[in-house]
């Protein structure tokens, strides 16, 4: 591990993710990010744009909501990391790939496995022997029961509920407060309870 981590993207996000940093004992961190007049975020400075991140040295995460942003980013860096909350509860059988974040509060239970560039936000919960695709984002507060599939870069919204036994598709938005009760197999944006696919 560096000392120094650069986070892309000087959002709301990416000031979660700073504390996260610290927790985990960064000293120097930095963000990147393209809209120039963005000059601090957190408190730390925003030192240049996305496309400096490949240069410059120390160890990096994304931290952009959009999957396919992160996942076109993520995939030209090296030196990605994995961020862990100290207060986030994971079992000790449970993968997480590189550049996903875990932040404080969540749950995540035995026998999961947790991909690339995955955002496991504030008090969500991801029951037993799930799959959790690459570039997926299970929001704050949403609840995931066990033995539950979700595609790559699926956004499950915040405070929704997915039964267990339930296989997603890739490049699902399940909307907030939604209840997902059957499997879903078409890409597209669900709302609703139980869910209902909606045109988008
Ligand atoms: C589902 C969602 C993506 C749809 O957004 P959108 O494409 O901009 O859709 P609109 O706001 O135009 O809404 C379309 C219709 O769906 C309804 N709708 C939107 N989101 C809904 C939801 N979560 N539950 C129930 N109905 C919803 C709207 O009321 C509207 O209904 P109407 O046509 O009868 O007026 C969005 O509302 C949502 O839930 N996003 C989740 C955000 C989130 O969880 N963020 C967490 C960050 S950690």
Request: charged residues 20%; hydrophobic residues 40%.
């Amino acid at each position: 591990m560096n000392d120094k981590l650069i986070i892309i993207g000087a959002s709301g996000h990416g000031k979660v993710i700073a504390d996260i940093a610290v927790k985990n004992g960064y000293h120097d961190i930095v963000f990147l990010d393209d809209n120039e007049t963005i000059k601090t975020c957190a408190g730390y400075p925003v030192v240049g744009k996305t496309s400096d991140a490949i240069s410059l040295y120390g160890d990096k995460i994304v931290a952009i909501g959009d999957a396919r942003i992160r996942k076109e980013i993520q995939s030209k860096l090296s030196n990605v990391v994995t961020l862990i909350h100290p207060q986030a509860m994971i079992s000790r059988r449970v993968e997480i790939g590189m550049g996903s974040v875990v932040m404080a509060g969540a749950v995540i239970n035995s026998d999961t496995s947790i991909g690339k560039g995955v955002i496991v936000n504030t008090g969500s919960s991801i029951d037993h022997d799930c799959w959790i695709g690459d570039f997926s984002h299970i929001s704050v507060g949403a609840h995931v029961a066990g033995t539950v599939s979700i595609g790559n870069s699926s956004w499950i919204g915040a405070g929704a509920t997915v039964i267990n036994n339930v296989n997603i598709c890739g490049e699902c938005m399940i909307g907030a407060g939604t209840v997902v009760i059957n499997n879903i197999e078409e890409s597209g944006t669900y709302i609703g309870v139980p869910a209902r696919r909606i045109e988008k």
